[in-house]
């Protein structure tokens, strides 16, 4: 995230202990995600649709308190709650779509953690991390756009890398707004 996220996050009186907890919790569910089956297609359906529901509202909440690009992630968190519930109506019809959209979700999340990973150098000491994040988020989203046949297990290890990277980001965000609130 960016310095300028990082201060919205500041103004706006969110505890930085919120984050970490989101931060562990998003790496639970990580952990949970992945302990799943073949044989359970339904709640890995179900599930993903829970964890793309929790981005969707992720996005809308950062919407109303980032400084900028507020239509995309309004474009996203709306995106994310159909898609969710999508996946809560139909879940057993909606795998090999949910791998699809993970698939091409991770392309573009990858491309801009890159981008804003090189933008933020100057302003965020940690900016080589979201530029490793970008690149394993891209080179998994390239990997799924051409083998959808495989959409189940896919789906399993996307679900995971999803909320393992929110996770991660979340706890450092957690810091970086700990540290910002004692410099003042």
Request: proline share 2%; aromatic share 16%; net charge positive.
């Amino acid at each position: 995230m960016t310095t300028l996220g990082v201060r919205s996050a500041r103004a706006t009186g969110l505890p930085w202990w919120l984050l970490l907890v989101t931060g562990a919790l998003w790496i639970i569910v990580s952990w949970l995600v992945l302990g799943y089956n073949s044989r359970s297609v339904n709640a890995i359906a179900v599930l993903a649709g829970a964890v793309i529901l929790a981005a969707g509202v992720g996005e809308l909440y950062l919407m109303f308190f980032v400084p900028g690009w507020k239509w995309l992630h309004g474009l996203l968190g709306a995106l994310f709650i159909v898609t969710g519930f999508f996946a809560w109506i139909n879940p057993g019809k909606t795998v090999f779509w949910l791998a699809a959209f993970i698939g091409w979700y991770l392309l573009f999340k990858g491309a801009a953690d890159i981008v804003l990973g090189f933008l933020t150098k100057a302003t965020n000491e940690a900016w080589w991390l979201g530029v490793i994040i970008g690149i394993v988020e891209m080179l998994l989203g390239f990997w799924a756009a051409g083998r959808f046949e495989r959409s189940l297990y896919l789906l399993i290890v996307y679900v995971a890398v999803i909320a393992l990277a929110r996770g991660i980001t979340d706890i450092i965000m957690a810091f970086r707004v700990r540290k910002l609130a004692h410099e003042v």
